[in-house]
């Protein structure tokens, strides 16, 4: 894995490092597992399942961090390391940085145009992210 470049993150600024937390990864993605079966409750409006894929997202792709020892306060920078957290190709985790632009304009400008079409891939990306890092914690 390109843990080199996470290295690199941390002397521009981008990453801290901070000793990896088993407890904390294993909460990380259970708060993922409950946020993406939220995504698929007909109940909620799209907004809310939207909003809750992405928070499933962020928490996964955070916990991935985490366990390779390090923390970053920026949700773009997360998602772009699962290119050397999980060797994600970038095809997968441009979707997720997608989401994230969709989730800022809901977020700063009270903007959010979702498709059902789009929650549905972004939940069968998160699913898949899920069990990466299940993976890669079972190590």
């Not at 891939?121 to 069990?131: C, D, R």
Request: charged content about 25%.
């Amino acid at each position: 894995m390109g843990l080199s470049a996470l290295d690199n993150l941390v002397r521009i600024g981008q990453l801290k490092p901070e000793p990896r937390n088993a407890l904390e990864v294993k909460r990380m993605l259970d708060m993922a597992r409950s946020r993406l079966a939220d995504a698929g409750l007909d109940s909620l409006s799209r907004e809310g399942r939207f909003a809750s894929a992405y928070s499933a997202a962020h928490a996964a792709a955070l916990a991935a961090l985490r366990w390779h020892g390090y923390r970053s306060e920026n949700r773009y920078t997360v998602f772009q390391c699962l290119a050397h957290t999980l060797d994600w190709p970038s095809n997968r985790w441009r979707v997720l940085d997608t989401a994230h632009q969709k989730r800022n304009l809901a977020e700063y400008e009270g903007y959010l145009e979702v498709e059902e079409s789009t929650i549905k891939e972004l939940s069968s990306l998160v699913h898949s992210l899920i069990a990466d890092v299940q993976a890669l914690t079972e190590l």
